[in-house]
């Protein structure tokens, strides 16, 4: 019987505020939609602290032509954790050209070239200390 009521007293509320209720939907899903559009079309193109956010990339010249043409097949990851000379990321272009499927760079190579020489460059410390300098060694005396 109570249960009978409360649905009652639901049905009636649920009519009474309708108008409301059904005004406020379009005002949720309009504000909502932009929003989730946004979220399922990738890329933002923003630096935050000299990165770019959508691959942590480091922000410079040619980062776009870079983010282009690198993180097609795999992830900007294989980029962060490499360090090589100039010579050594064309050799590593030319491997892919020939092995991977990667497409000629035409124009746009030099440009990569140099944004991955410049922010990509051999690894100063591989985890070693620099050798000691100006040390007075001594001779061992028995
Ligand atoms: C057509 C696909 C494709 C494109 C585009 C591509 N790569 Fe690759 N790349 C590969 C594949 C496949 C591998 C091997 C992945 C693995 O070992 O898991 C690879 C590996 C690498 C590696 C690791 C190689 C190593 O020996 O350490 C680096 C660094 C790299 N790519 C950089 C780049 C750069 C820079 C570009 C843009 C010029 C690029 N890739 C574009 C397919 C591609």
């Known amino acids: 019987m109570i249960g009978i009521v409360v ?21 949720v899903s309009s504000e909502l939609s932009p929003a989730l559009a946004d979220n399922d079309t990738a890329l933002t193109d923003q630096i935050i602290d000299g990165k ?6 480091l922000a410079g010249d040619g980062l776009e032509i870079v983010k282009g043409n690198c993180t097609a097949c795999h992830s900007s990851a294989l980029i962060l954790q490499s360090g090589f000379t100039r010579e ?4 590593k272009i030319v491997w892919m050209q020939e092995t991977q499927g990667l497409w000629d760079l035409g124009g ?15 690894k100063e410390s591989h985890g070693r200390r620099m050798p000691l300098t100006g040390i007075d060694w001594y001779e061992l005396k028995d």
């Open 52 to 57: 770019d956010v959508d691959t942590g990339l």
């Open 88 to 91: 050594g990321w064309h050799e």
């Open 108 to 122: 746009n190579e030099s440009i990569i070239l140099d944004y991955l020489a410049t922010n990509y460059g051999p």
């Open 7 to 27: 649905l009652l007293v639901g049905l009636i509320l649920a009519l009474v505020f309708q108008p409301e209720i059904s005004a406020l939907m379009p005002t």
